[in-house]
């Protein structure tokens, strides 16, 4: 065994049946697999972190591939913006529950798999206990807050997870496991210290994903549990894979633990750790926040507001508040659109869910615009409550 190979993960099952030694021929005649290591994939417990973007690819192909027990953590329902990445569902699965949706198709592919459905929201109450139950956690969440409390609850229970991350045209692979022999332990606090401050990388939901770009990396996900259960190959514990799309670029950063890092000795409330508003936003939309049927009232009223929308150009591509003028967050933030806003009547901030426009809010109260607000819920909210014929994305 070669220093960056890792031991295998799972003890092999007793015996493959004769369905499955036809089902998995293709592996058992690769010699680094074998009948050992299908085996091994078939006595692996795997949770699976979300039924979306990420999990979708990742529990077909561990299904696929013979993984014996996989859980999967999901409490949303799907959504029609889902179907264009999240190939688990279908149109027919618009509204059910993620979780059965993403059972049905596994078991459509391999009704050899266990399939144990968890329809939880991930908290630091109930994390630890249900990663002790499983062998390898694989983690394609879209968010900050619940990424720390992966790593966290992870590390308390001992157990390696892989993880992944999207973003438009881009993806980032790593395997962490704190307690991996030979003092090579690792986790996503030696990545990424600190959240970055709130705001300053926009979501999926906000900045857009390419589809396909959940298959390239969700597949790489997939070969390192694979790896990792059966003990091949060098895994990417203590390596960073970058994915470029549009330059077809695959590159690896080395990773080291931090020195200065504070060992983890308990769960935290992640979303006060990562602060999805920053506490300038919080404070400027205390009492400056209206609701979509208020702007709606103030403007059948005839009340003279300046609607501001502070989403980006392709957005307002998308959809659009009649009236509104578009003024990005970030021409707000850096002051440059500052003397673009009017001083003479009230200023009404939106972007997509209000997020953004808090920030924005923030910045205005600042530079003296007392009497700006910004819109609850954003644009979403104002489709939902006052115009359902608008398009949302």
Known sequence: ?????????????????????????????????????????????????????????????????????????????????????????????????????????????????????????????????????????????????????????????????????????????????????????????????????PGMVPSCAEGGVLGVLCASIGSVMVTEAIKLITGIGESLLGRLMVYDALDMNYRTIKLRRDPAREPITGLIDYDAFCGVVSEEGQAAAIGSTITARELKDMLDAGKDVAIIDVREPVEWDIVRIEGATLIPKDRILSGEALSELPQNRPIVLHCKSGVRSAEALAALKQAGFSDATHLQGGILAWANQVDPSLPVY
Not at 107 to 125: A, F, G, M
């Open 1 to 197: 065994m070669s220093p960056a190979t890792l031991p295998p993960l799972v003890e092999p099952a007793a015996e493959l049946t004769r369905d499955e030694v036809a089902r998995y021929s293709r592996h058992l005649i690769i010699p680094d697999v074998g009948v050992d290591g299908q085996k091994r994939l078939k006595n692996a417990k795997v949770l699976v972190i979300g039924a979306g973007g990420l999990g979708s690819p990742a529990l077909l192909y561990l299904a696929a591939a013979g993984v014996g027990t996989l859980g999967i953590v999901e409490f949303d329902e799907v959504d029609s913006s889902n179907l264009q990445r999240q190939i688990i569902h279908g149109e027919s699965d618009i509204g059910r529950s993620k979780a059965d949706s993403a059972r049905d198709s596994i078991v459509e592919i391999n009704s050899n798999v266990t399939v144990q459905l968890h329809k939880i929201r991930l908290e630091p109450d109930n994390a630890v206990e249900l990663f002790r139950d499983y062998d390898l956690i694989v983690d394609g969440t879209d968010n900050f807050a619940t990424r720390y409390l992966v790593n966290d609850a992870a590390v308390l229970a001992g157990k390696p997870y892989v993880w992944g991350s999207i973003y438009r045209f881009e993806g980032q692979v790593s395997v962490f496991w704190e307690d991996a022999p030979d003092g090579r332990g690792i986790n996503y606090r030696d990545l990424y210290p600190e959240a970055p401050p």
